[in-house]
């Protein structure tokens, strides 16, 4: 905490309380540096909070899991879950596999009529 106030106080060019004191009534210029590191500072905060938080939750599930692992965790390994793209078939390879899955149809049905006319 104090590296990061450090850091702070050479961003506004302030060494020690006193300039820091007298640039705060005497120059307004830094306030708004100060807020934006304010900010960035927050962000942060929240960043390590999430952080800490999918740690504390991989901790809790250490053991060996069955089935579908829950959506954070696939949102954590950055897995989508859209859908996956069905294969496209050209015009004539659909034609070929109909006719292929017509000509198995006609084998069955005729061995369906073999066996009933036993």
Do not use: C
Not at 28 to 38: P, W
Not at 43 to 56: C, G, N, Q
Not at 64 to 93: D, L, N, Q
Request: charged residues 30%; hydrophobic residues 40%; without cysteine.
């Amino acid at each position: 905490m104090i590296i990061v106030l450090q850091k702070v106080l050479q961003k506004i060019g302030a060494s020690n309380d006193a300039q820091v004191k007298r640039s705060r009534y005497n120059d307004n210029s830094h306030t708004m540096d100060i807020l934006k590191m304010i900010a960035e500072l927050r962000a942060e905060r929240t960043a390590i909070e999430d952080a800490v938080a999918v740690l504390e939750r991989l901790a809790h599930t250490r053991g060996k899991r069955r089935g579908r692992p829950p959506v954070w965790m696939s949102v954590i390994r950055g897995e989508s879950s859209s859908p996956r793209r069905t294969r496209a078939f050209s015009a004539e390879t659909k034609k070929k596999m109909a006719e292929a899955q017509k000509k198995r149809w006609a084998a069955y049905r005729k061995a369906q009529q073999a066996a009933a006319s036993k």
